[in-house]
Each structure stands twice: as C-alpha cells, then as structure tokens.
C-alpha cells in the first residue's frame, strides 16, 4: 500500500484519534481481523454473525496501528466515523491521487456478465508489461473495491477495477473512489433485473462509468450491444470500439475484434485479433485462449482493447491473452476425468444471459466429445416478476439445443422441467431432484465416458459443492453443504 499516516487517514476520513501515535504509518487495510499484520488500518464492521468492534482490541494487540470504527473502543487507537464503508472509499481515493501522481493507470469495467473473466484476463495481461493491482475473485463492491485500491504500491503501473452495482449511483459512487482513466462496458443483460427494474435502468446504471471518464480517458464500448453503444453520446472520452462475434465494429473510429474463429475439442477458441487505429490503419495477431466457451472471446477482446487503450502494442497484447489462464475460481472452470467425463463447473454465478452462454458451450463440447449433454442448472436469482418466465425460457433453450439430461434444483425447478418436456425433452430426461445429494446419486449412477456436464445456478444454491463432488474420486456423500454460500454479487 501507499503508506498514509494515522494522521492523514484522519484528516481524509473527518476523525479524532482516540488513542496512539499520529505519526504511525499505515502499510495495508484490512476488513477481516485474521488478516492484520503490523502497520495495518482495521475497518471494524458490523456483521450479521460477528461485529467487528469485539475485534478491534485484538487487532490492536496484532500489530494494527489504527481502527476505523463507529464508536470508541479503548484502548485501542480507533478513528470513529458516522460510516466506515464511506470512510474506506476516502481512504482509497488518496491512495489513488497518490499512485495517479506516481503514474498510476486506473482501468474501471463493468457489465452484466464476464467482469471477471475480462478483469482476470487484461490483469495478466497488464502484469507482463508493469506492477499490476487487480481484485482478488470478485471485489467489485463498496467494500471490496477500496479494499482492492489499498493494495496498490508506490510502484504500481496499473489498478484493474471490477465496478458491479445493484441499483443506480453505486457505479458512479465506485468511479468517486477509483477516478478510472479508461473505462470498458461489456454488456447490459438482465443480472439483476428485478433489484434494478428493467434493463433501461441497468444500462443508466453501467452507463455510470464512461459518463466519469476525462476528456483524456477511453470509452471502451461493446459496438454489439445497443444499450452500450448508445453510451457513447454519455461521455467526453474518445470511444474505442469492440466486437467479439467474429467481425468488424461499425466502420470508422477506432476498433478491436475478432474475426476467423475456430474452437478445439475442448472449446477454447483461436480467432485473428484486428485492430484499427483512428486513422483507419489496420493491423492483426493471432490469439489462442486458454479459457473454455466462445462467450470468452469478447471477454478476451474487451480485455485486448483496455490493454490498448493503455498504449500496449497489438502483438504483446496477443502473446499475453494466448498465455492467460482462469484464475477466478467456478467460472467455466473446466475438468476431464480419467474415465472421460468432462465437468464444467460454472457455478459462481447465474442470469439469464450467462445461462444461455454456458449452455452453448455444454453442446459445443458434446459435439467434441461424441457424448451426452447433462445440464445441472439451479435458480437464477434475483430477477422479480420476470423469474417464472426466465425459467420456463431456460427449460425451452435446453430442449432446443438438445440438451441430453437436464436436472434442476430449487425453487423453480418444476418450472424448468415443465417448459423443457413440453418443449420436446423425453419426460425422463428432465427432472427436479428433490436435493443436492440426490441429484449427485442420479449423475453417479448415469454418467459415461465422453459425457460432458455443465453445473450452474445462482450463488446462493453453492452448486460448486456437487461440481467438485463429481471431479473427486472419493467426495463423501453427505458433505455438500458450503459453509459460506452467499448471495449474488452486485451486476
């Protein structure tokens, strides 16, 4: 971290030092008391199953120089604030003045699906060239994005930061606390349709970003999407233009994408990468992913044109996206067994959009394969009144595309299972399991070589714990409930 004294903090966040030293250096901030080390800030929060205030002492005791709290807690060194998480988002801002002084570029994606595929991607990216700061998993909230920032050092080059939202203004909250320079837009789907109230909404929301973007910044906006392209007429930044479906943007202004794609056995695609500069000059480079699903490909050349945006030459840029591995753990996460199943567990997350896309990767690996299709699908949550329809729609998408077995889990279940027999699905090869463990005893006792399974819902159902269940030889039965399923992350 960029060392702040307690002082400081204390100015930047509007606080009294109750007790210690003002001169303290503060080298890291942390949320979570287990991770104190010496010289760390402690942001004491309360939680549903523990306060952080009962561990404000403790953390003390571990080396921490100061606690950003929301009342005195003797006698520890604490700095009282009416809000802890606004607070944080002050302190993160100075880090970021600071680095931006030091030569800090500051990147800002969002999107309905793929920010984190795409900030994993432009990370590893970015690291080949400089110092790079990027969320760890999916940080991409008014906790986790300062928390992120305050990982950045003296000698930092670049800060990739995931912006998520659950309603409108937290995007441009977030972009207050980051001050990105290039921002990407990858999508407006229905992530959380039924929190924000229609996809107009989610686009005023995602929109967020490039309307906080300078004059000197870069607009990175998906020319495939309307809601996003539109976008365009929201910022003072150049636009920089990208399309992943295997052709050219709108002709003129500057562009990156795709062209010329082919997939191996186990869908991991190889497309040409084509560049044009505001001149209209064009260029290309070969680019072979590491990463399952075609859906990768315009996370793979969003990521590609941040990278350009940031002055990174075309070719390097394709080298490091060919030598780039998942790192986010459940998301398409790919494993072939020694009898020839292949599991895709892609359970971090569910919409409607991301279902669709994990469910042409399934049948794009069954052609490969020469096996059966199994789908495992669970609730896609918070989506309102458009739920039922959206799963009905799931059950139908499944039947189409002639998804050999489809098991679904949770509360609309029924609903997947009724909209795909009636779509064509023999009655037999779409059924609710009444549980995690019964739908595992059915995949144990039905799977073949060659079959390829695809695991996905929404967070809260923790359906990772059947995907790793199905690539362990010796899962126990019995043991699938996760300890920490949470709910969805902001979209």
């Not at 398409?332 to 669709?356: F, I, Q, T």
Request: glycine residues 12%; contains cysteine; proline residues 7%.
């Amino acid at each position: 971290m960029i060392g702040l004294s307690v002082a400081e903090v204390a100015e930047v966040v509007g606080a009294e030092l109750t007790a210690g030293d003002p001169d303290a250096l503060v080298t890291s901030v942390v949320a979570d008391s287990r991770a104190v080390v010496p010289g760390a800030l402690f942001v004491a929060l309360a939680g549903s199953r523990v306060d952080g205030h009962d561990l404000v002492v403790s953390s003390w005791r571990g080396g921490a120089v100061a606690a950003l709290t929301g009342r005195d807690v003797p006698p520890a060194p604490c700095l009282p604030v009416d809000d802890q998480v606004t607070a944080l988002g002050r302190v993160a801002r100075r880090v970021v003045d600071r680095g931006v002084a030091g030569g800090l570029q500051v990147v800002g994606i969002t999107g309905s699906q793929g920010k984190t595929s795409t900030k994993d991607l432009l990370a590893q990216v970015l690291e080949g060239v400089g110092p790079t700061v990027a969320p760890v998993g999916n940080l991409n909230n008014e906790l986790g994005v300062p928390l992120t920032v305050c990982r950045v050092e003296p000698g930092t080059r670049f800060l990739v930061a995931e912006l998520g939202a659950r309603g409108v203004g937290h995007i441009a909250y977030l972009c207050d606390v980051v001050a990105p320079r290039v921002g990407v837009v990858l999508n407006v789907g229905q992530a959380h349709v039924g929190e924000f109230g229609g996809q107009d909404a989610i686009a005023r929301a995602k929109g967020e970003l490039v309307e906080a973007l300078p004059a000197t910044g870069v607009a990175v906006l998906n020319a495939e999407d309307p809601r996003v392209w539109a976008m365009r007429s929201r910022t003072v930044a150049p636009v920089l233009a990208f399309a992943g479906s295997g052709g050219p943007p709108p002709p003129g202004g500057p562009a990156l994408w795709a062209e010329d794609l082919t997939a191996d056995r186990l869908g991991r695609h190889a497309f040409a990468l084509h560049a044009r500069d505001a001149a209209g000059a064009t260029a290309a480079a070969p680019v072979v992913l590491r990463l399952t699903g075609r859906h990768q490909v315009p996370n793979a050349v969003a990521a590609a044109a941040a990278a350009v945006a940031l002055g990174l030459p075309l070719d390097v840029v394709a080298a490091a996206l060919s030598a780039a591995g998942p790192r986010s753990r459940w998301r398409m996460e790919l494993h072939e067994r020694a009898d020839g199943v292949v599991v895709v567990n892609d359970s971090y997350n569910a919409n409607p959009d991301s279902m669709r896309a994990a469910v042409g990767t399934l049948v794009e690996l069954g052609r490969s394969t020469g096996g059966r299709t199994v789908a495992v699908v669970g609730d896609m949550l918070e989506l309102g009144d458009s739920a039922e329809a959206e799963h009905a729609d799931l059950g139908r998408h499944l039947a189409e595309h002639q998804v050999g077995r489809v098991l679904a889990l949770g509360e609309h279940a029924g609903t997947v299972v009724r909209a795909a027999v009636e779509a064509g699905l023999p009655p037999g090869a779409a059924t609710a399991p009444q549980d995690k463990e019964e739908a595992l005893a059915v995949l144990r006792a039905e799977l073949g070589p060659g079959d390829v399974v695809l695991v996905k819902a929404s967070r809260g159902l923790a359906l990772d714990t059947v995907a790793e269940a199905l690539v362990a030889p010796d899962a126990v039965p019995g043991a699938l409930e996760h300890p920490s399923a949470a709910s969805e992350e902001p979209a």
